[in-house]
């Protein structure tokens, strides 16, 4: 517990609202699946910063969920969902 | 001197965080942009998990948090291929530089 790990979790939790931007952008749905992406990995650090910082340690279970979690959204929307031509 | 290391490593994944950010807002195609968020991001998800395993109670909760690191580059890796390999094959060209 060096205290920084509560700061660091709501900078990360920045970072990810300034990407949520960027995605809702576009232009293409490639971009928007983008955010699966980035919740995969900023959404797992999140969590595994505030399983140390709260002590609560099913966060991090959480954490592994999530990240199995967006890589089956993903391959889910390449392979199926995505269907229209590139630029919608 | 492990809370050093930790926050240090803390830190250090923080930043990289921030470069896939910019990357993100930054690069100008899909292509570029997997590459900043699943490089950049994926090195700072290992840096916090490395710095939070230094200050784990027991080894098997350490060890925990860094088998984190290695799903997480699997899933990226597969899904940046297919996201990368769907958008070439919808035809969204890569950008070159004379497009600037």
């Given at each position: 517990?060096?205290g920084?790990e ?23 749905p ?12 900023t ?11 709260l002590r609560?340690g ?17 391959l889910?929307?390449a392979?199926r969902a995505?269907q229209g031509?590139?630029?919608? | 001197?492990?809370?050093?290391a930790?926050?240090?490593l803390?830190v250090?994944?923080?930043?990289f965080?921030t470069?896939g ?6 690069f100008p195609?899909?292509?570029s ?9 994926n ?18 909760a350490g060890?925990?948090l860094?088998?984190i690191w290695p799903?997480?580059m699997?899933?990226?890796a ?7 390999r769907?958008?070439?094959r ?9 497009d600037?």
């Amino acid at each position: 517990m060096t205290g920084l790990e509560f700061p660091l979790a709501l900078f990360l939790l920045a970072n990810l609202v300034v990407t949520l931007l960027a995605a809702a952008r576009g232009p293409t749905p490639a971009d928007r699946m983008l955010m699966a992406l980035i919740l995969g990995t900023t959404g797992t650090g999140i969590l595994v910063l505030l399983a140390t910082s709260l002590r609560v340690g099913p966060l991090v279970d959480v954490a592994l969920v999530l990240a199995l979690l967006a890589a089956i959204g993903g391959l889910a929307f390449a392979k199926r969902a995505w269907q229209g031509e590139g630029d919608d | 001197m492990i809370e050093w290391a930790s926050g240090i490593l803390l830190v250090f994944g923080a930043v990289f965080y921030t470069a896939g950010t910019a990357g993100l807002l930054r690069f100008p195609d899909v292509y570029s942009r997997l590459h900043a968020l699943t490089k950049a991001d994926n090195l700072g998800l290992g840096c916090v998990l490395l710095g939070l395993a230094l200050q784990a109670e027991s080894l098997a909760a350490g060890l925990k948090l860094i088998l984190i690191w290695p799903l997480a580059m699997i899933a990226s890796a597969g899904v940046s291929y297919a996201i990368a390999r769907h958008a070439d094959r919808f035809g969204i060209k890569p950008w070159r530089s004379e497009d600037a």
